[in-house]
Nanobody
């Protein structure tokens, strides 16, 4: 069975840090881009960051550039999202997802309709 297990969410004060993990299993990890998406209360889900397996490129939403860093551990089939200098507007449920990474253009890596497999989400709450 395909599984994407997101973890690491929690409550943190503004300016603090969290590291999210996404453990993948049940599919060819090396053939998929792993992305992080988030959905804040009352808002649509948005792409946050993505790690491409095709060439190890990384992608970030403008709102998180310079604060968030995505990384990948192939041996553990796990992708991490290090989130620093968190802001209250980062509060959301964070989801990891997998997209078959063949022929995707740069704009595709933060668009949810390209992502086939989804994890269950982990809640990040940033207090002011």
């Amino acid at each position: 069975d395909v599984q994407l297990q997101a973890s690491g969410g929690g409550l943190v004060q503004a300016g603090g840090s969290l590291r999210l993990s996404c453990a993948a299993s049940g599919f060819a990890f090396d053939d998929y881009a792993i992305g992080w998406f988030r959905q804040a209360p009352g808002k649509e889900r948005e792409g946050v960051s993505c790690f491409s397996s095709a060439d190890d490129s990384t992608y970030y939403a403008d709102s998180v550039k310079g604060r968030f860093t995505i990384s990948k551990d192939n041996a553990k089939s796990t992708v991490y999202l290090q989130m620093n200098n968190l802001k209250p507007e980062d509060t959301a449920v964070y989801y990891c997802a997998a997209a078959f990474d063949k022929g995707l253009n740069d704009f595709a890596y933060l668009l949810e309709y390209n992502f086939r497999f989804w994890g269950q989400g982990t809640l990040v709450t940033v207090s002011s």
